[in-house]
């Protein structure tokens, strides 16, 4: 564990003295996010194990890799960050990302859970081991630091110290709308979506408010996938897919100014935020008896009829 740097002055910004923890910090959104948080005041623990986009390769952990070079650019502007190189899938690394946040700051106030990878296959093509390793990585990564942390703001409410805490959990179009190719990350954040409500809902009266991220932006997992859309503008136009647009949502999120805000999806692309609705009772048909399955039908039929067309998904011809 690196020790922060002693603070020249006082803090200030939107998130001052926030102590605020980000997964997958290393890279592209994650690293984005700690960035526009030290420039608003908060102190950082960056957490990443510097993969590949795929999750292969050696772990660099505490000892340097992208974690490292982001904690240093932030010590560079003046402000406090440390690194955490744990694995946030299993109990212990994510025990340990809280720990370090308490060891390192004496406090947290923030959770972003964003580390994640890629491994794209048609469902025919598509082994148990891809499926587990982005099931693993994108939910269990999620539910396990987001478990800790809401464990240590129990303990404080019990203590009579509720927090302001908050929690930003990342999501995808993919798991709002499904994308082709991509059945084991579409599944994986359609459950961050409802993990996201549950935690909502029960930790709210620890002062935590929980909402999720649907963002669009310029990555190694978007780059390649989507090479088209992500490409980089001509100089001087303004940079659509840049990480950093997506970031100051985040902040905000992750700030005590979101009061009252929890329980919600968004999405944020460029210069564009969107509140996403999700399911809700459409059209409805009730007729107090047993249907027999041709008389389902046919109610199902005239309920289409009326009811929106459903969002189309990526890739889909």
């Known amino acids: 564990m690196t020790a922060p740097a002693a603070p020249t002055a006082p803090r200030a910004g939107l998130c001052a003295d926030r102590v605020v923890a980000v997964t997958g910090g290393g890279r592209g959104l994650g690293r984005?996010?700690?960035?526009?948080?030290?420039?608003?005041?908060?102190?950082?623990?960056?957490?990443?194990?510097?993969?590949?986009?795929?999750?292969?390769?050696?772990r660099t952990g505490d000892s340097g890799g992208p974690a490292r070079a982001v904690v240093?650019?932030?010590?560079?502007?003046?402000?406090?960050?440390?690194v955490h190189g744990g694995d946030i899938a299993t109990?212990?690394?994510?025990?340990?990302?809280?720990?370090?946040?308490?060891?390192?700051?004496?406090r947290l106030d923030t959770l972003v859970n964003n580390a994640g990878f890629l491994r794209d296959r048609m469902l025919v093509n598509l082994d148990e081991d891809?499926?587990?390793?982005?099931?693993?990585v994108h939910l269990r990564g999620h539910f396990l630091p987001l478990k800790y942390a809401a464990?240590?703001?129990r303990a404080e409410t019990k203590a009579g110290r509720t927090p302001v805490a908050r929690v930003i959990n990342t999501s995808s179009g993919a798991g709002l709308l499904g994308s082709v190719g991509q059945g084991n990350y579409a599944a994986a954040?359609?459950?961050?979506?409802?993990l996201t409500l549950v935690a909502a809902a029960e930790l709210g009266?620890?002062?935590?408010?929980?909402?999720?991220?649907?963002?669009?932006?310029r990555t190694r997992m978007t780059e390649q996938t989507f090479a088209e859309a992500m490409a980089a503008p001509g100089e001087g136009e303004f940079d659509a897919m840049a990480p950093a647009n997506v970031s100051p949502l985040v902040v905000w999120l992750g700030s005590a100014a979101s009061e009252g805000v929890t329980g919600r999806v968004?999405?944020?692309?460029?210069g564009r935020i969107t509140v996403m609705e999700g399911w809700r009772p459409g059209p409805t048909e009730d007729r107090g008896a047993r249907r027999s399955p041709a008389e389902a039908g046919e109610t199902v039929r005239r309920l289409l009829a009326d009811a929106e067309k459903p969002g189309q998904v990526y890739g889909a011809s």
Do not use: C, M, Q, S
């Not at 935590?208 to 932006?217: E, K, M, Q, R």
């Open 32 to 58: 984005a996010h700690a960035l526009a948080f030290a420039a608003e005041g908060a102190r950082v623990v960056v957490n990443d194990l510097g993969v590949a986009p795929d999750g292969a390769g050696i």
């Open 72 to 82: 240093e650019e932030i010590l560079a502007a003046g402000g406090e960050a440390v």
């Open 91 to 106: 109990a212990a690394g994510a025990a340990a990302l809280v720990a370090t946040a308490l060891d390192a700051f004496g």
């Open 130 to 136: 891809d499926w587990d390793a982005v099931v693993r």
């Open 151 to 153: 464990a240590h703001w």
């Open 189 to 194: 954040k359609a459950g961050i979506v409802a």
């Open 205 to 217: 009266r620890y002062g935590v408010h929980v909402n999720a991220l649907a963002p669009a932006a």
């Open 266 to 270: 968004f999405e944020a692309e460029a």
